[in-house]
């Protein structure tokens, strides 16, 4: 039963994290370097940590992320949320206070696209009557 681990998929924006949690003392890995290193920003690290917290498992995993696409702050929300849905794994009974919390539901805000014939996706040249 050492080698146990639960795996999950979390996405956000156009990032998408597996994440791997395995039975340990808390340590974060992300793209096998260390989440201190990897997401300088104090705010990002409290986000990773948000369903650890909330469901006080955070000395009882090791969480091993490997992520790609988007910025930094998607990347963050979709390690957040691999997380939560690899918790629902080890214990179905969290399911209920991770959705409370939102944790389980993808955030489907996508950048829109820009429209042909103008500056962006909201964006318009400016009108001139005469």
Request: hydrophobic share 40%.
């Amino acid at each position: 039963m050492t080698n146990l681990q639960y795996q999950a998929v979390g996405r956000r924006k156009e990032s998408v994290a597996r994440v791997f949690l395995r039975p340990g003392k808390g340590a974060v890995q992300v793209n096998d370097r260390t989440f201190e290193d990897y997401f300088p920003n104090d705010v990002l690290k409290m986000v990773i940590r948000q369903p650890l917290q909330l469901t006080e498992t955070v000395e009882k995993f090791d969480v091993v992320a490997l992520v790609e696409g988007g910025g930094s702050a998607g990347q963050a929300g979709a390690i957040r949320h691999g997380i939560a849905r690899a918790l629902c794994l080890f214990n179905g009974e969290l399911r209920g206070a991770l959705k409370k919390a939102g944790l389980l539901t993808r955030d489907s805000r996508m950048k829109e696209r820009k429209k042909y014939g103008q500056r962006g996706a909201r964006a318009r040249f400016q009108f001139s009557k005469r």
